[in-house]
């Protein structure tokens, strides 16, 4: 098969489905987006599927703001239910230190617009039920936020793509990327040659490689993640908001009649392995028996791990290569890619188009680590 392309996007997950349908809708013609897999099979269904705009740094509210705006209207505009839960995010905290930085990322995100508002712990606890408040300080609460279903997201993305005349190729690796001088002239793939002078690396945890096929040095390293699912939990408020220990790092939101949850695990090991293992367990089972003892007495009925692609200061990698011509990258989550996955697919189009994105980009280069620029995010989970 040989193809032709405006631009190739190299990963079928929620970033790469995300600039597939910005970029179709916005006329960029013969669009084609390879996926080694199936859709969302990397990364984006194994997320959480958490959304929020409470962080730390002005570029993530905003990516994090703009990205809910969209899972707002996403049903009307790209034609998916998406499950979206406006249930809020709920941060507990247990330091000063953690208060005072909650408090200055709420006067930010407040500012920028996000209504998130510090609580006592018992309003956190009639929000979250199954938390005990024992050496609790405060919350930090956003009623915008929430959680929806990270594979409706992308297949949503997809389809309407494809109904804006995107290609989407599925079981089809990008094995290397030719070019003529710092140019880029195709991409060689298992289903054969694509001539385009585009790529767009939205390879998630696989980006090193993609960055290294045009000599581009992408730091993410993949660090598995597990995720539990519990049975019903009887009495479940229907609003629960997605609540998160900001000491252990456990979190929890609702999954139909139970519970999604999951913590780090500081034992794990960069690498790609995504089996899930019990040697979580005993810091899972402390994290619970500290902040929500409730949650020992659930059934965990299933479970997965997936893949976070961290980068040296857990922020994005977004921007275009300066070594090579029209190479565009958007990796590196570290945890929050499902959440950004709607604005970042508009920056990206606007980085193609030439046009000025809604936010300055820039300090999410790639380059920021040469340039001695590291942009850490204090809100992770
Ligand atoms: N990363 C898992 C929880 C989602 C979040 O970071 O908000």
Do not use: K
């Not at 979206?84 to 247990?94: A, E, Q």
């Not at 050496?135 to 279903?149: E, K, V």
């Not at 997605?242 to 949850?261: C, N, W």
């Amino acid at each position: 098969m040989n193809l032709r392309a405006e631009a190739v996007i190299i990963g079928g997950g929620v970033i790469g489905t995300s600039i597939a349908w910005h970029l179709a809708r916005a006329g960029v013609r013969d669009v084609v987006l390879v996926e080694r897999d199936e859709l969302a099979a990397g990364s984006t269904s194994r997320a959480a599927g958490g959304v929020r705009a409470q962080f730390s740094d002005e570029l993530n509210i905003r990516l994090g703001a703009r990205s809910l705006e969209a899972f707002g209207r996403f049903e009307e505009e790209v034609g998916q239910d998406i499950g979206l839960h406006r249930v809020g995010y709920l941060f507990l905290l247990s330091t000063p230190g953690q208060v005072a930085s909650f408090e200055a990322g709420v006067r930010l995100q407040n500012s920028l617009g996000v209504p998130s508002r510090l609580l006592a712990p018992e309003e956190a606890r009639r929000l979250s039920p199954l938390i005990r408040t024992d050496g609790l300080l405060a919350a930090a609460y956003s009623p915008d936020d929430g959680h929806c279903t990270p594979e409706a997201v992308v297949h949503g993305y997809a389809r309407a793509a494809r109904a804006h005349g995107a290609r989407i190729l599925r079981h089809t690796e990008a094995t290397g990327i030719e070019l003529r001088g710092d140019t880029i002239t195709a991409v060689s793939t298992t289903l054969g040659r694509i001539e385009t002078g585009t790529v767009v690396c939205a390879a998630g945890a696989w980006s090193r490689a993609v960055g290294a096929m045009v000599g581009l040095d992408l730091p993410v390293r993949p660090l598995r993640r597990q995720i539990a699912v519990t049975g019903p939990v009887p009495g479940l408020p229907a609003a629960l908001p997605m609540t998160i220990d900001f000491t252990t790092s456990l979190y929890f939101h609702r999954e139909g009649p139970g519970l999604l949850l999951g913590m780090s695990d500081p034992d794990e090991r960069p690498g790609f392995a995504t089996d899930s293992h019990d040697r979580w367990i005993p810091r899972l089972t402390e994290a619970m028996q500290q902040r929500a003892p409730a949650l020992l007495e659930l059934p965990r009925t299933g479970g997965w791990a997936g893949l976070y692609e961290n980068t040296p200061d857990h922020n994005a990698l977004i921007g275009e290569a300066t070594s090579v011509s029209r190479f565009l990258y958007a990796t590196g989550f570290s945890g929050h890619g499902f959440l950004q996955g709607p604005a970042v697919g508009e920056v990206i189009r606007d980085l193609y188009l030439g046009r000025v994105p809604f936010l300055d980009i820039s300090p999410l280069s790639a380059g920021r680590f040469t340039a001695g620029a590291p942009r850490p995010e204090a809100n992770l989970v």
